[in-house]
């Protein structure tokens, strides 16, 4: 495994984070409940063993938090993980923006309650509105961060810009910055945004956010690493499945540019002996960003290889050439 270092995280990051939304819930709904958690606590200690110790969640993710927080009880280990969780997600059934400082102490309280502990790695507000005003929000994590109750604090899906100034209001009054951002970023480039307001900086109109991000130096977690299965055994856009994952997938990532970008990197895995998965996360971890790659799975096998992705080191023109499918491909691998 390898390690990142975020600004106010006293502890080294694992850059393959482990993505808990479907942690109990995934296709399985028909197990009973002792045994969901069974099978999940055995997925995070075997994470856990490969060196994983960034764990990504959120307040709407269902009971993800509740999972986690046993899991980390029952194997006596918060002092070794980091977690990573997200409030202010917009109302579900109104859509009802919720980003005031009333909503970020009322989620944080909420979330520490479900995780069963007093302290958050890494807080990051879940959706944007951008008519919110920036500063009564940055104050009031501030206030939660003087009291211990959070190490550091971040967005997601928030634009660059909506970052900056944030960022400027918090160093003007001697307040702590955002030093994380979570933004969908992978391989392939969606066609739109699965969720309202949802962020990515995969694409050509994403290139000063990324050159922003490379400059400043902030930490991205980018979720959705695997465009959500697009890079995996579920989805093969030759014979298209009907089950859920290869329908979403075929949705918002099936272009043809998406699938000549899946061809490459099927040519690319086999000439280099891994797999498809790998050199997908390997685009995303080799950019020039500091970014970790937030992938959800639902075994350990999988999660093994995730980690082994580590290894695969993608030059510039690799990078090119997996996106564009131009110019030559050079030196391209470090074993
Ligand atoms: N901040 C946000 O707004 C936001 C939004 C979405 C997601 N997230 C976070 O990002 C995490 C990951 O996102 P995601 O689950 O949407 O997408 P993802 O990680 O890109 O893709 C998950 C899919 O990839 C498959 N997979 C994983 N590793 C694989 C491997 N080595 N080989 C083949 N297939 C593999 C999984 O299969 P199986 O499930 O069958 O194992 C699953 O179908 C979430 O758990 C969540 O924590 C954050």
Redesign the pocket.
């Known amino acids: 495994m390898d390690y990142g270092k975020v600004l106010g995280i006293d502890r080294p990051v694992s850059r393959i ?7 109990r819930g ?2 399985l709904p028909w197990l009973p409940d002792r045994s969901l958690e069974q099978q999940a606590f055995s997925l995070l200690d075997r994470s856990f063993e490969l060196g994983c110790n960034s764990f ?3 307040r709407i ?1 269902r009971d993800s938090e509740r999972t986690l927080g046993d899991w980390i009880r029952q194997r006596r280990n918060r002092a070794q993980v980091v977690v990573i969780s ?1 409030g202010c997600h917009p109302g579900l059934s109104s859509g009802r923006p919720r980003l005031s400082a009333s909503d970020v102490s009322n989620d944080l309280h909420a979330s520490l309650k479900a995780l069963g502990t007093d302290f958050i790695d890494l807080y ?1 507000l ?2 944007d509105h951008p008519a919110a005003w920036v500063e009564p929000v940055i104050e009031r994590l501030n206030r939660h961060l003087d009291e211990g109750k959070i190490g550091a604090i971040g967005a ?2 928030w634009s660059h810009e909506r970052i900056a100034s944030a960022n400027t209001f918090a160093a003007g009054n001697g307040l702590k910055p955002f030093s994380a951002s ?3 970023f ?1 391989l392939a480039e969606w066609t739109a945004p699965p ?1 309202p307001g ?1 962020v990515t900086l995969g694409g050509d109109g994403q290139r000063a956010a990324r050159e922003w991000y490379s400059t400043h130096g902030l930490s991205v ?1 980018a ?12 989805y093969d856009p030759k014979n298209p499945d009907p089950n859920r ?1 290869s329908r979403w997938c075929a949705t918002y990532f099936g272009t043809e540019d998406n699938i000549q970008r899946l061809e490459r990197a099927r040519v690319f895995a086999r000439e280099h002996h891994v ?4 050199v997908a ?1 390997a685009y995303v971890l080799c950019h020039p960003l500091q970014a970790f790659a ?6 350990a ?3 093994a ?2 980690v082994a992705a580590l290894s695969l080191k993608l030059d510039e023109a690799t990078l090119h050439w997996l996106a564009t499918g131009q110019a030559s491909r050079g030196r391209s691998w470090s074993p």
């Open positions: 984070v482990f993505g808990t939304d479907r942690l995934r296709e990504d969640t959120a993710y997200k990051l879940h959706y997601s899906n979570g933004v969908q992978s969720w949802a977690f979720w959705s690493s695997l465009a959500r299965g697009f890079f995996s055994d579920h994952v797999t498809v998965a790998q996360l937030v992938v959800g799975c639902t075994t096998e999988k999660f290889e995730n």
